[in-house]
C-alpha cells in the first residue's frame, strides 16, 4: 500500500489528533512551570550599569542580566570613576544605574546625577532590608548590597617560620617584616596598593584616622592634616614602603595581588573583597594557597581607632533617564541581590548585607573591621577634592624628594586650590 | 574680482576653521576664566548601614540650581585661575624669590610646583626629541637607500614598525618589558651589575625611558619622509662630488643635506608641534609620579569625580600659548617671505 493511502484513513487521523493534544498538553505545562527557573525578572526598557570590576560586582552584574525583555549592558571597569559622573551627565544619560560605595555617592550628589528611590523602593523593593537603603535627607539615594573594608591579608606559613604572631599593629608589621628579610625568605615581604593617585591616596587616608586625626575644621571645608599626626602617618608609609618591591608607585591592588600570589609577599593591607578570591585562581603556587591567611584591621602609633575604613557598595539609579528605564534598572539590580543569588559561590566572594547572609571564613577581616572601631570613609562633599589632592602630590615624599612637612604643605596648598576654584572656601 | 573667487573657494575651508578652531579656543577661554559657583552646604541627615543615623554636611541642590540659572557659566573670576598655584603660581613664585634662600633651594622649590614641573619635562622631551628624531630619521633614510634592493621592502616594513603601533599600545608593551621583572628591565640590572636597579622607580631613567620611547616612535616618520626626498636627489651633483674626491660624510653635508632641508623644516615642526603634547607615553608607562605634561595635567583635571573643568581649561590655554610660542620663529619668516614676494 502507498503511504498516500494510508494518510487518510479515518484510524491514523484519529491518532495524529491524540499526538497533537498530547504533544501540546506538555508544552503548554513547561511554559507554564519552566518560567519560575529564571524567577520571573521582566523588564521593559534598558538598562546600562557602570562600575568596579572585582568579582562581588561582576557576580551582581551578570544577575542584572538574567532579566528578560530588554538589553541589559555593563561596564565594570577599574577607572569606573573617570567615567560614571561623565556618562550619567547628559540627557538623556548614557549609563541608567551606577554601583557606587561612600566615596562615589559623595560625588554622585555633588554632581546631582542620581535620583531618590523611594516610590521604586515600595514597588519593588520587598525584598531589601530597610538597614540596606541610604537615606539622604529623609530619601533613599542608594541601595547597599555588600560591606568592605581593607584588612591584614598574610602567609600564615612564613610567619610561622620566624615564628611569629599575625600583628596586630602596623609596628609589628614593620618588625616581622624586617625579620623575614634578614633571613633572607623574601627581599620585599611588604605589599600595598600603593600606586600614585587614587590608591596612594586612600592609603593616607586609612593610615591618618588609624592616628585618630582629624580631616577638616568642624563645620567648614578647612583642611587640618598639617600637623604632627599627619607627619606620624606620613613617617609610617615610608617605614612600609621600605619592604615593598621598589616599583610600588606603579602597583595598584591587581598588581599587588599578582606579587602576592607569585610568592613575593608577605604581609598586605588587602580589600576584603579582592582576599576572598585571592588564591582560587590558575596558576597560583600551592605553597601560597596553604599558607594564605586573613585577619582583622591593624591599629598604629598606640591608637585604638584600626587604620582602616569601612565601606559599603550599592547602586544608585540615574537622574536623565526616562522614569521606563529606572524602572528597569532598579528591577534588574534587585534581582541580582535577592537573597536566592547567595549561592556557596557567591557567598566568598563579598559581606553581603542581604538577608539570609551566613559569614563565611573569607569575610573574617571585613567582619573584625566592622565590630571594632573603625571609621566610614568620610562623606563630605569637599572629600574627593582632599583624595584628588593626596592622590597627585604624594608621590614626591615616597620616592624621597621631600620632607614630610613638605608634602603636607603642597597637599594642603593644592586642596586649598582646588577647594576656592569648586566653592568650597573662599 | 580675484579677491571675490579667492573668497568664494576658501569659504568651506574657512567654515570648518571657524566651526572646528576658532569656536572651540573662544569656549576654552571663555571657560578658564569662570569658576563654578561657591558652594552652598546644608546639613542633612544621613542613615547608612554601617554608621546608623547621623548629621551631615551636604550640598543643597536646589540653591545651587537656582545659582546655575541666573548665571549657567559660573562666576567671573578673570585671570584667578591662572595665577593660582596648580597653573603660573605667581604669588608662590613671588615668595620664592623673596626668601633669602639659596639658588639651589629656589630652584628644587620652582619645580615642585605641579605647573613648572610638567614644563620642565615637556620642554625638555620636545628639545631632545625632537632633533633625534630627525637625525636618526635622516640616518635610517640613507642607509636604507643604500642597501641592496632585494632586502630594502624588508628593511623598509621593520623600519615602519615602531609608528605604526598604536602609541598607548607600544608605551604598555614596554612598561612591562622595563619593569623590574621584565626582559629590558633585567637587561639594565645585569649591564650596570645592579640586581636592585629598577627604571620605574627613579626619575631620571624614567624621563630616559620616556624619551627613548618617544625617539623609537617617531623616527619611522622622519625616515619616510626623508626617503621620500631621498628620491629626487640629483644623481649628477653627487658623481661630480665623488669626481671631485669628496668623502660620504661631505657628500652627505653638502649637497644632501641642503637638498632635503625643507622637508627637515617639515618634520622638525611637526615633531616639536606634537612633542609639546606628549601625553600617551606617560599614560602607558604609569608614570606619572615621575613625569607629568600640560596634556597630562588637562587629563587628569577633566577625569575622575572632582572635574575641575576650569582648571583644564586654563591649562589648555597655556598649551595654546605654549605652542604658539614654539611656532613664532616659523611663522615669522613665513610672514617676512610672503612680505618679500609681494
Redo the contacts between chains.
Keep these: 500500500m502507498s503511504t498516500g493511502v494510508m494518510k487518510h484513513t479515518p484510524q491514523y487521523m484519529e491518532l495524529k489528533m491524540i499526538k497533537k493534544l498530547f504533544y501540546s498538553v506538555i508544552f503548554g505545562s513547561t511554559l507554564l512551570f519552566g518560567a519560575p527557573v529564571f524567577a520571573g525578572c521582566e523588564i521593559s526598557d534598558r538598562v546600562s550599569i557602570v562600575g568596579n570590576e572585582f568579582p562581588a560586582i561582576q557576580t551582581v552584574g551578570s544577575g542584572a542580566q538574567e532579566c528578560k525583555g530588554a538589553e541589559v549592558s555593563t561596564n565594570l571597569t577599574a577607572d569606573h570613576?573617570?567615567i560614571?559622573?561623565?556618562g550619567m551627565q547628559g540627557n538623556p544619560a548614557e549609563f541608567t544605574a551606577v554601583i557606587n560605595n561612600?566615596s562615589?555617592l559623595t560625588?554622585l550628589?555633588?554632581?546631582?546625577v542620581i535620583r531618590p528611590l523611594d516610590d521604586l523602593v515600595a514597588k519593588h523593593g520587598q525584598s531589601l532590608k530597610p538597614?540596606?537603603?541610604?537615606?539622604?535627607?529623609?530619601k533613599v539615594m542608594s541601595v547597599?548590597f555588600m560591606?568592605n573594608a581593607q584588612h591584614l591579608v598574610y602567609r600564615a606559613d612564613i610567619l610561622k617560620q620566624i615564628g611569629v604572631n599575625p600583628p596586630k599593629t602596623y609596628e609589628e608589621m614593620l618588625a616581622a617584616a624586617k625579620m623575614i628579610r634578614d633571613k633572607g625568605i623574601m627581599e620585599n615581604p611588604v605589599g600595598g596598593a600603593y600606586?600614585?593617585?587614587?590608591n596612594l591616596a586612600t592609603e593616607f587616608i586609612n593610615m591618618y584616622l588609624g592616628h585618630g586625626g582629624e580631616f577638616y575644621k568642624t563645620?567648614t571645608a578647612e583642611l587640618t592634616i598639617n600637623n604632627d599626626k599627619g607627619i606620624a602617618t606620613l613617617k609610617m608609609m615610608k617605614a612600609l614602603s621600605e619592604y615593598m618591591?621598589?616599583?610600588f608607585?606603579?602597583h595598584d591592588s591587581n598588581a599587588t595581588n599578582a606579587e602576592f600570589r607569585a610568592g613575593n609577599v608577605a604581609l598586605m593591607n588587602m580589600w576584603g573583597s579582592r582576599a576572598a578570591s585571592l588564591v582560587s585562581v590558575e596558576g597560583v603556587p600551592q605553597e601560597v594557597k596553604d599558607g594564605f591567611a586573613i585577619d582583622g584591621p591593624m591599629t598604629v602609633g598606640g591608637g585604638s581607632t584600626n587604620a582602616t575604613t569601612?565601606w559599603?557598595d550599592g547602586f544608585g539609579i540615574a537622574k536623565n533617564i526616562s522614569d521606563a528605564e529606572a524602572e528597569a534598572s532598579f528591577i534588574s539590580l534587585v534581582h541580582a541581590i535577592r537573597p536566592d543569588m547567595l549561592t556557596d559561590k557567591t557567598s566568598l566572594e563579598a559581606v553581603w548585607?542581604i538577608d539570609g547572609y551566613k559569614p563565611t571564613p573569607a569575610a573574617k577581616g571585613v567582619f573584625a573591621a566592622?565590630s571594632s572601631t573603625s571609621l566610614?570613609y568620610p562623606?563630605?562633599?569637599?572629600q574627593?577634592?582632599l583624595h584628588?589632592a593626596l592622590g597627585?602630590e604624594l608621590?614626591?615624599f615616597?620616592?624621597g624628594?621631600?620632607s614630610a612637612e613638605?608634602a603636607l604643605n603642597?597637599i594642603t596648598?593644592?586642596y586649598?586650590?582646588?577647594a576656592?576654584?569648586?566653592?568650597?572656601l573662599? | 574680482m580675484r579677491h571675490k573667487t579667492f573668497f568664494w573657494f576658501f569659504l568651506p575651508t574657512a567654515s570648518a576653521m571657524l566651526l572646528f578652531i576658532a569656536f572651540p579656543i573662544i569656549s576654552v577661554i571663555t571657560q578658564s576664566v569662570h569658576?563654578?559657583?561657591?558652594?552652598v552646604?546644608i546639613e542633612?541627615?544621613?542613615?547608612?548601614?554601617?554608621?546608623g543615623?547621623k548629621i551631615?554636611?551636604?550640598?543643597d541642590?536646589e540653591a545651587?540650581?537656582k545659582q546655575k540659572e541666573v548665571n549657567p557659566l559660573g562666576?567671573f573670576v578673570g585671570l584667578d585661575?591662572f595665577f593660582?598655584?596648580?597653573h603660573l603660581a605667581i604669588h608662590?613664585l613671588v615668595d620664592i624669590f623673596k626668601s633669602s634662600e639659596n639658588w639651589s633651594s629656589k630652584y628644587n622649590q620652582i619645580f615642585?610646583l605641579?605647573f613648572y614641573r610638567a614644563m620642565g619635562f615637556t620642554i625638555t622631551f620636545t628639545f631632545l626629541v625632537t632633533p633625534f628624531v630627525v637625525i636618526l630619521g635622516l640616518l635610517i633614510a640613507l642607509a636604507v637607500n643604500a642597501i641592496h634592493s632585494k632586502i630594502k621592502g624588508l628593511v623598509i616594513f621593520f623600519s615602519l614598525l615602531p609608528f605604526v603601533i598604536t602609541p598607548l599600545i607600544g608605551a604598555l608593551v614596554l612598561f612591562w618589558m622595563i619593569?623590574?621583572r621584565g626582559i629590558l628591565g633585567n637587561l639594565v640590572q645585569w649591564l650596570v651589575n645592579d640586581p636592585?636597579l629598577?627604571l620605574?622607580?627613579s626619575?631620571g631613567l624614567m624621563w630616559i625611558s620616556l624619551i627613548i620611547y618617544g625617539i623609537w616612535h617617531a623616527a619611522p616618520f622622519a625616515f619616510v619622509i626623508f626617503y621620500a626626498g631621498l628620491q629626487t636627489l640629483p644623481n649628477d651633483q653627487i658623481e661630480a662630488a665623488r669626481i671631485d674626491g669628496a668623502s660620504r660624510y661631505q657628500q652627505v653635508r653638502y649637497i644632501v643635506v641642503p637638498h632635503l632641508f625643507p622637508l627637515i623644516t617639515f618634520v622638525a615642526l611637526i615633531q616639536l608641534m606634537d612633542n609639546f603634547r606628549v601625553f600617551e607615553p606617560i599614560v602607558g608607562f604609569?608614570a606619572?609620579?615621575?613625569a607629568t605634561s600640560l596634556s597630562w595635567f588637562i587629563f587628569?583635571d577633566l577625569?575622575?569625580?572632582?572635574?575641575?573643568l576650569?582648571?583644564a581649561a586654563a591649562s589648555s590655554v597655556l598649551t595654546i600659548v605654549g605652542v604658539s610660542i614654539l611656532l613664532f620663529p616659523v611663522l615669522l619668516r613665513t610672514w617676512k617671505d610672503f612680505r618679500e614676494k609681494k
Design positions: 570613576q573617570k560614571n559622573i561623565p561612600n562615589v560625588s550628589m555633588n554632581a546631582d538597614s540596606q537603603l541610604i537615606k539622604i535627607d529623609g547597599a560591606a600606586m600614585a593617585g587614587w563645620g618591591n621598589p616599583d608607585l606603579t569601612l559599603w548585607l566592622a566610614p562623606s563630605l562633599p569637599q574627593p577634592l584628588s597627585n608621590a614626591d615616597m620616592q624628594k621631600e613638605q603642597d596648598a593644592a586649598n586650590g582646588a576656592k576654584e569648586k566653592g568650597f573662599q | 569658576a563654578p559657583h561657591k558652594a552646604l542633612v541627615e544621613t542613615c547608612t548601614p554601617l554608621t543615623c551631615q554636611t551636604t550640598i541642590q545651587t540650581r562666576r585661575i593660582d598655584r596648580g608662590e615642585n605641579p619593569d623590574s636592585t629598577s620605574k622607580a626619575t604609569n606619572s609620579a615621575h587628569n577625569s575622575g569625580e572632582t572635574r575641575q576650569s582648571a
